[in-house]
T-cell receptor, first 114, second 112 residues
Framework: DVKVTQSSRYLVKRTGEKVFLECVQD?????MFWYRQDPGLGLRLIYF???????EKGDIPEGYSVSREKKERFSLILESASTNQTSMYLC?????????????FGPGTRLTVT | SQQGEEDPQALSIQEGENATMNCSYK?????LQWYRQNSGRGLVHLIL?????REKHSGRLRVTLDTSKKSSSLLITASRAADTASYFC????????????FGAGTILRVKS
């Protein structure tokens, strides 16, 4: 059974703190993604990675960075958390090859920045 | 602006009725996918339809794709309370590279 796990379901942080969100997949997928989800806006892509140590900016990378040191793990970093980063964060992974395939999602981390 | 936009934004029906959700998009696509999200959880893939396909079925789900109108519909037949969730379409287009672009979703409530 395929699995994408995220380090926390709920997280409360203070403004200015450095925040780490971790995602692990057990499907040997090359591609991994970080999205944020806000009401009425759907999912917006923050960063994605198509290989170890490779990363590409998505649609809203400002205020975020990522790390992919191992194939199975993709971390999202908020260098200095701000209240406008309060959101649901979703990690996903998918295999490689020609075309785009279904994405497997983790359960999400609901982050509140106070 | 978003590539895919779902319509309606919210839908409330009785158990046993059919639910239809629509998705419109702007650019030519390679494929279109539908996902379900139960409250506060991650998304689950439902079905993928390629640009050269017009209709696809999976259990009680039926998806149609009209590339001339740049639209897709998801039909859930004989709905159940457990179908209560948000439903998202996501498009894969050459213009967007190796990424999916999601719409804002339709919230479906099935009353028992």
């Amino acid at each position: 059974d395929v699995k994408v796990t995220q380090s926390s379901r709920y997280l409360v942080k203070r403004t200015g703190e450095k925040v780490f969100l971790e995602c692990v997949q057990d499907m040997d997928h090359e591609n991994m993604f970080w999205y944020r989800q806000d009401p009425g806006l759907g999912l917006r892509l923050i960063y994605f990675s198509y290989d170890v140590k490779m990363k590409e900016k998505g649609d809203i990378p400002e205020g975020y960075s990522v790390s992919r040191e191992k194939k199975e793990r993709f971390s999202l970093i908020l260098e200095s958390a701000s209240t406008n980063q309060t959101s649901m964060y979703l990690c996903a992974s998918t295999g490689s090859g020609t075309g785009v395939y279904e994405q497997y999602f983790g359960p999400g981390t609901r982050l509140t920045v106070t | 602006s978003q590539q895919g936009e779902e319509d309606p934004q919210a839908l409330s029906i009785q158990e046993g009725e059919n639910a239809t959700m629509n998705c419109s998009y702007k650019t030519s696509i390679n494929n279109l996918q539908w996902y379900r999200q139960n409250s506060g959880r991650g998304l689950v893939h439902l079905i993928l339809i390629r640009s050269n396909e017009r209709e696809k079925h999976s259990g009680r789900l039926r998806v149609t794709l009209d590339t001339s109108k740049k639209s897709s519909s998801l039909l859930i037949t004989a709905s159940r309370a457990a179908d209560t969730a948000s439903y998202f379409c996501a498009t894969d287009a050459r213009e967007y590279g190796n990424k999916l672009v999601f719409g804002a979703g339709t919230i479906l409530r099935v009353k028992s």
